[in-house]
């Protein structure tokens, strides 16, 4: 990033104060100016569109009445009006015609626009069984889209006589992808599959095993037809054993596949209630003459889900598991239900029976110690304290205040050409998808974002989450950064801290904690995990706006303190959002004994299961209490804010309050300075992010 476009970007903050020249640079980031806001005038700048208004006005009109070009020819030359085209063409796409659709994917095919319509025409296509125009229309990248196309490209092959042999291939590898359902539009193509003797004995029962692997008996008994009447019989035996086991299954034939199935539905049972799928194996094991690998199977689902819920019969299950079916999951829980009991020597030796990249995550490097620690190996744990500082996250900050050191971050900020920056806000697509997002089409405009990061370079997509960023679309860094377009890992992004920690509304942050008499660096963090600053943020739940709040909550805040409630939408004001929000973390606070861990708990998962588990375990220490949360999201949230609460600290002030006060719900002490092992970290690293990206919370918790 230019130091240009660093400082006109991050308009919210001050110069960066320079890192000392020395073995290990501290590092800090400046306190905040008198300019307020977010990103701000550079290459990658807002650009004055006065004609969006009117743009998105049009698009409204499409979609409720049809497009119209007369009434909307002052935009004719606008970037997004194919997107307005696009809108009144899926109003009427039951009724048109071929040469309207041939035009538009005349003209905007290979844009966003274009191939957003081009799925929307071949599903059209086919619900008419106009095969032809679903082959005319047709590119490869749909299949890979949807399954429920793939097959639609198919059947069109079949119907119009092109089902040679790449068609038997194709139609195979689709039967073959796994054991899940299917698309109701993929049963025409599995039967004249069938038609041709293609669809064989062999695999029909691929499927079935997939399926019983998947706990899916329906799609086992509509694989198994065709097959002989005593195979099938069987077959559908089996399906019924998955679906609820049954005393039969005891004179199936002795076969690897007898077995295996019984095993998956045996563990299927012991997911659902544990002692019963416990009770049950040894009967169907001896029967059949089960492998350590079947028996492996059912036990550790009977153990995954007691241990899930810290039930009395957890240690018992744990250990009746072979070690060969332990895998990282049911590692890590073997340390987690240990340290709900407080059996520190139990808990030490399950992470030393972890793996070495298991046990070498800062993580388990960090209970490892804490257990060396209070069993009396201090050697043991201050090494590893030490090699858990290193790593920028909940764990590694935590190690450092337990030894005095520093907090580790080795921030990247590259020094890209203006020139260069420019190019990419004035790509096509780039310029599209601000647009839209600007105009509140989100997933229009992540279709044109994809469309252009998969053509672009590394660099290239870094400098395009500035752009986003610029134009207020934070939430970029976090699925855009770590990993390329094509899922391969790019670690030294994530040391690309002032893109992935975006500061927005920090006038309004600071305000309101002040009000509050909370840490505005908490305050910001609950914004980056719940919405990454996305003020139109919608959760499944309706949890709403920059803090996810859920209307409800809203209006009984806004009551408390007297202000007028303007309705849920009054929500996706963010100085609205952010008084709301900010009052109800003290009301928590307030509520749970001033304890920042359990009022970020409850934040996200509720009074009730915090309430069992504050009486589960009563008076454990911080770090203990939130590793041993039951539910997966909220144990793992509750370390990400408080983690991003030391980042943004660091954003804000420079330095930052001890990880181990934060967690007290302490606002003053002894503050922390960041250092950076390398004396300069010009060269990316592999170092690992300080926490997990987020989605907007769901308000849905899964245990395990």
Partial sequence: MSPRLLITTLVTLAACIAPAAMGQSTLAWPARNAAQGGASASTAAVRPDAQLPRVRSAIEAAERDGFDAASFADIAGHPLYGWVEYAGLRHDIDSVSSERANAFLQRYGGQAAGEAFREMWVAAAARRKDWSTVLAAWKPALGARSSDLRCVQLQARQVLGRDDAQWIEDAKAVWRAGGKPLPATCDPVFDALAAKGALSGELRWERIEKAAEEWQPGVMRAAARGLPPEELALANDYAAFVDAIHPRALDWPKTARSRRIASHGLARLAKSAPATGETQLPKYAQALGFTDEERGRVLYQAALWTVASYEPESAQRLNAVPA??????????????????????????????????????????????????????????????????????????????????????????????????????????????????????????????????????????????????????????????????????????????????????????????????????????????????????????????????????????????????????????????????????????????????????????????????????PGMDPDFWIETISYKETREYVARVLAFSVLYDWRLNGDALRLTDRLRGRTEGPRKKFVCPMATAPAPTAAPPAAAPAKPATRRKRRS
């Fill in 324 to 617: 060969a079916s332990f895998d990282d999951r049911l590692h890590e829980w073997r340390a987690r239900e240990a340290m709900a009991r407080s059996d520190w020597p139990a808990a030490l030796a399950a992470i030393r029976a972890m793996g070495a990249k298991q046990r070498n995550d800062a993580r388990w490097q960090y209970f490892e110690a804490r257990l060396a620690q209070r069993t009396g190996d201090k050697a043991a744990a201050q090494r590893l304290f030490a090699e858990a500082a290193k790593k920028p996250e909940f764990h590694g900050f935590l190690a450092a205040d337990e030894i005095g050191a520093p907090y580790t971050l080795c921030p990247w900020m590259p020094e890209d050409a203006p020139a260069d920056e420019a190019a990419v806000a004035r790509d096509p697509a780039i310029v599209r998808a601000m647009g839209l997002y600007r105009i509140e089409r989100k997933g229009w405009a992540t279709r044109e974002w994809d469309e252009a990061l998969s053509r672009f370079t590394d660099a290239q997509r870094r400098m395009a989450v500035e752009v986003a960023q610029a134009n207020g679309w934070f939430d970029r860094a976090v699925f855009a950064l770590g990993k390329d377009p094509k899922g391969e890992a790019r670690p030294d992004e994530l040391r690309l801290y002032t893109l992935r920690f975006p500061l927005h509304h920090d006038a309004t942050i600071r305000r309101e904690a002040a009000a509050n008499r909370i840490d505005p660096a908490w305050v910001a963090a609950e914004i980056r995990a719940e919405s990454v600053f996305d003020p139109r943020a919608r959760s499944q739940a309706n949890a709403m706006g920059l803090m996810q709040v859920l209307p409800g909550t809203g209006a009984s805040v806004a009551s408390r303190l007297g202000l007028p409630w303007g309705g849920a939408d009054s929500l996706y004001n963010p100085d609205t959002n952010i008084v709301l929000g900010t009052a109800y973390l003290r009301q928590l606070l307030d509520q749970y004994g001033g304890q920042p861990y359990f009022a970020i708990a409850g934040y996200n998962a509720g009074p009730a299961p915090l309430s069992r588990w504050r009486t589960q375990r």
